[in-house]
Structure formats: structure tokens, C-alpha cells
């Protein structure tokens, strides 16, 4: 039971998958001339069943653009990525204290995710939330992150 974490469940073998590969942190648009391109089956993909998957998981995504439920040529896709760490190279260093630092990994600068089309399944979405501006005056707020590796 233990090892269901760490299985392949997500993958339905009998469709395809598109990889994108990312290698930091942000906000990624793919329009459908880049899924066309990659041969993604544009035409005919209901853009409601769009998922995205990173690590095993589905990843919510913004699907605009969309026309009677499918992708149009000003269509595209928008998510949020994460830059890749060592957290899952981390696991097969034992005792803990022999860990290396998990903000890089070891192996690859790149995230791959995994775009496909899944049938009868509604793809998680990114919520939106509308956005009033205020005529009040901006709070002065600075925020930085300084990370030093050796």
C-alpha cells in the first residue's frame, strides 16, 4: 500500500501524451500553433478534456481562446511551473544526513510535463478571479529570496 505514491496509475497507455520541458520557474502560454506543430490533434480535441500532468499529478491549466468547446487559432494554453529540485533525488540518499541540497537536482535542469486529451474527464482548471483596480494608493512592501549554495 505503501508504494502507491509512486506508481504509474495516471498514464492511460492507449492515448498519447505530449511532453513539454520547462527549465524554470513561471507562467508557460503553448498557442495552438506550437500544439499543431507538435502534432497534437487540434481539431479534434475537446478543450473541456485538456489535462496536464507533472509528477503523476494533474495540473490545473487556463484553456483560452475556446469556441463551442474547442480550440480555435487564438486558443492556447497557460500554467504555472515549478523550477526542478532534488527533492525526488534526495530519496535514495541514505542516512538523511547525506542528503544533498534539494533546491537543484542532480540529474536535469528541465520539469517535464505531460499534456494529452483525457476522455470523459473535466481537466482541472485555474480558477479566475475578476480583478477591480481601486483608486487607493499602493502599500510600499518589498519582498527578496537570497539563496547561497556551495
Sequence with gaps: MGQELYTNDWIRYEQPYFKITV??????????????????PVASAPAE???????????????AGVTNGKLTESSYVEFFSQANTGVQDSLV???YSARPPT???LYSDENAYFLTIVP??????????????????PEAFHLERE???Y
Design 23 to 40: 527549465k524554470q520557474e513561471g507562467v508557460y502560454r503553448i498557442s495552438v500553433d506550437q500544439l499543431r506543430k507538435a502534432g497534437f
Design 49 to 63: 478534456q485538456l489535462s496536464l500532468f507533472y509528477r503523476g499529478e494533474e495540473v490545473a491549466v487556463r484553456v
Design 93 to 95: 540518499y541514505r542516512p
Design 103 to 105: 533546491t537543484v537536482s
Design 120 to 137: 470523459n474527464h473535466k481537466g482541472k482548471r485555474i480558477e479566475e478571479i475578476g480583478y477591480q483596480a481601486s483608486a487607493a494608493a
Design 147 to 149: 539563496v547561497k549554495q
